[in-house]
């Protein structure tokens, strides 16, 4: 069964307007079976073939003879002197859509494109499935620990593939692969237990001289494997929210990875029985929750920005969300029994913004909504209402 993906309806319309279309996001996200599945008329190319490669290389003319049928150019960024010809092309052919390029790591791909193709590619970034993705089909499931377990990346449904050892193999072959490519380490085992080490403080504050100490590397090589970890679309660092902007960048960020699926295989959480045992239960729902939320503003193209908010130690707020000035906040209890206590935070929050509160949530697991206060108790299930 095909799951359609919520972004699709945006990359179409993009395509009757711009040249270029670039899809980023993690390997397996299942960027090459959208672009195929949009494009099926389009002439496929693997840059990460050296076969492709060289087809290119050794006649870049000949190579786009074909563009009025369209391509579809995978992995672009390994071969990134294509961009300048992508360029020249894309200037003198008056076509839109008809190159569509797909990447996996962030920085770098994105760091090409700003050089070369600036107002020339929409850029879209495709994540694992999320929940409103899989609402009504097959792979709907009704207890969140389930998801927690399986993660959301598209080949473990599509397959029936058996989860902790696709994800296993998907952070041996991939993960360390690619990082490591990246950032040049040649010893895998201090960098196996960085990983393993972040997946230990998922939710939590990033102290990189924390895990510095424990891996035996300096804070600069941590901090270096943090944003490689960034670029390949497995960790997202939640920024603290203050006023003063420069603050919003040199305080401490909060470490979530984008699945949770591969936070319980790092962790060796094999079934139901180790999570719900497992000390970090709470803080895995509270990043499935956060990773739900940053799928949807990624799927729907919304360009909101995401904190967390913490006065002075005291009260906190798991998720702000900055739309435009307005500030939505967040709180994300994995309880199925409300208590007034969920508020305080939300209330004390809405005092201190005044006119710039939007609106307030507390995210449980419970099956019905209801509103107390004028903030409204909403089940994981349907984070997608609030963006």
């Known amino acids: 069964m095909f799951i359609e993906r919520e972004i699709s309806a945006r990359i179409l319309e993009s395509a009757r307007k711009m040249p270029i279309l670039t899809i980023s996001g993690p390997r397996q996200s299942g960027k090459t079976t959208l672009a195929k599945m949009l494009f099926p008329d389009y002439e496929y190319y693997n840059m990460e073939l050296p076969l492709t490669q060289d087809l290119f290389l050794s006649d870049p003319v000949s190579f786009f003879k074909n563009l009025d049928k369209g391509l579809i ?24 859509g008809k190159i569509i390029l797909t990447g996996s790591q962030n920085y770098l791909m994105l ?18 499935l ?29 397959d029936d593939l058996n989860a902790n050892q696709w994800l296993t193999d998907y952070i041996n072959l991939y993960l360390e692969r690619d990082i490591r490519k990246i950032i040049n380490i040649r010893d895998a085992a201090p960098f196996g237990m960085f990983m393993k080490l972040c997946a230990g403080r998922t939710g939590q504050l990033l102290n990189l001289s924390a895990i510095s100490d424990l891996v035996g590397m300096d ?30 960048i040199t305080r401490a960020p909060k470490l979530y990875f984008y699945d949770t699926g ?26 499935f929750v956060m990773s739900e939320l940053i799928k949807n503003n ?39 029994s409300f208590s007034h206590h969920f508020l305080k935070n939300i209330e004390r929050f809405r005092i201190l913004s005044g006119k710039n509160f939007e609106e307030g949530y507390v995210i449980m697991n419970i099956d019905k909504s209801i509103t107390v206060k004028d903030i409204n108790l909403i089940s994981w299930k349907n984070t997608d209402i609030i963006l």
Not at 111 to 128: D, V, Y
């Open 111 to 128: 760091e090409k494109i700003s050089q070369s193709l600036a107002g020339r590619t929409s850029i879209f970034c495709l994540l694992p």
């Open 298 to 336: 990624y799927n729907k193209r919304i360009g909101h920005e995401f904190y967390f908010w913490n006065e002075q130690g005291n009260n906190e707020i798991d998720c702000l969300i900055d739309s435009g000035g307005k500030l939505t906040a967040i709180e994300i209890k994995a309880s199925s």
């Open 219 to 248: 804070s600069k090589t941590i901090r270096s494997w943090i944003s490689a970890l960034e670029a390949g679309y497995i960790v997202y660092l939640l920024r603290p929210y203050y006023n003063n902007f420069n603050k919003r």
């Open 130 to 158: 999320s929940l409103s993705e899989l609402k009504g089909t097959e792979y709907e499931m009704s207890e969140y620990e389930n998801y927690l377990l399986k993660g959301f990346y598209p080949r473990i449904y599509k």
């Open 73 to 96: 150019i995978d992995e672009f960024q390994n071969l990134p002197q294509i961009l300048s010809y992508i360029q020249v092309i894309s200037d003198e052919n008056p076509l839109t």
């Open 262 to 287: 591969l936070v319980c295989a790092l962790l060796g959480i094999k079934n139901e029985n180790e999570l719900d045992s497992h000390y970090l239960k709470g803080q895995l729902f509270e990043n």
